[in-house]
């Protein structure tokens, strides 16, 4: 079981090295933000499921569980309230060519 623990405890901290990764190397707050969430979100799950494996049937087992449920639920919901956020007070997202379809958004508002 150890194994199976480590294995998910090194995918975890995988993901959340792309996490990083993708905060640096990203041009703009909304891809930044996607590969942080959807990353993020993979590591710290996976690696509290390492811990979860590792402590085994238990009442920290079960808080494990429980902390797995929450993060998997407000993470992607925080993330969602915050690009939302940034779309209503006229943060566009970044384009190649340096145009940033302001006009177009405001009617979609």
Not at 12 to 24: K, P
Not at 41 to 55: F, K, M, P, Q, W
Not at 78 to 105: I, K, Q, Y
Request: aromatic fraction near 6%; avoid cysteine.
């Amino acid at each position: 079981m150890n194994i199976v623990a480590l294995a998910l405890m090194a995918a975890g901290l995988f993901f959340m090295a792309i996490a990083v990764i993708g905060l640096v190397r990203l041009p703009d707050f909304f891809s930044r933000v996607h590969a942080v969430s959807k990353s993020e979100t993979l590591g710290i799950t996976l690696l509290l499921l390492g811990l979860l494996v590792s402590a085994g049937v238990s009442l920290t087992g079960l808080k494990l569980a429980l902390i797995v449920l929450f993060v998997a639920i407000s993470n992607p919901v925080g993330v969602h309230v915050l690009t939302r956020a940034a779309v209503r007070n006229g943060l566009m997202p970044w384009r190649r060519d340096g145009l940033h379809l302001a006009s177009e958004a405001q009617g979609e508002r």
